[in-house]
């Protein structure tokens, strides 16, 4: 699957062509909701479109013991799927959280470039940890902190926005 996306930038289904046990379930448009996430599964990673696990597939989800949700794009799951996960305590990652990593990494490209560096793999990948780890911190420690623990959500919303007022308050703006 790495191969084929990465190098070959091929498609899933061809994936599905070359073991013919792997499921592939293309969407239907003409549905309220989507067959794929009728597939038992422990996590499930929407990556695809924004709004496409509705009310319905996050009823799907949960019915099918799905224990966590991790968005993998720009708003994959609607404010009513979010609503139903957050209300029945599932481990929700928003996109804004859970992808960070890869904004993080066009920053240290930033990094590398402006000093004129070239860092080894290894080095851009503990680097990166250490990002992603004090992401992770951030969000659940804002959640405990404004009242709703474990809520990943709300603690990626707040940071982000506590942090953008403290830019404006040290520039002077506010």
Known sequence: MKHLKNIRRGRIREYTDKYPAAVYTP???SLDHNPLWGHRADCAFPCATQNEIGEKDAY????????LVCEGAN??????AIAIFLGKKL?????????AGGVAVSGLEMVQNSMRLSWLGEEVDERLRIIVREIHRTCLETAEQYGT????????????????VN????????
């Open 27 to 29: 969407a239907d448009p």
């Open 60 to 67: 799907t989800l949960i019915n099918n013991s799905v224990k």
């Open 75 to 80: 708003m994959p799951c609607s404010s009513e």
């Open 91 to 99: 481990l929700f990652a928003p996109g804004k959280a859970a992808n």
């Open 149 to 164: 623990p474990g809520n990943y959500l709300n603690g990626a919303n707040i940071a982000g926005f506590v942090k953008v």
């Open 167 to 174: 830019a404006m308050v040290d520039q002077g703006v506010v």
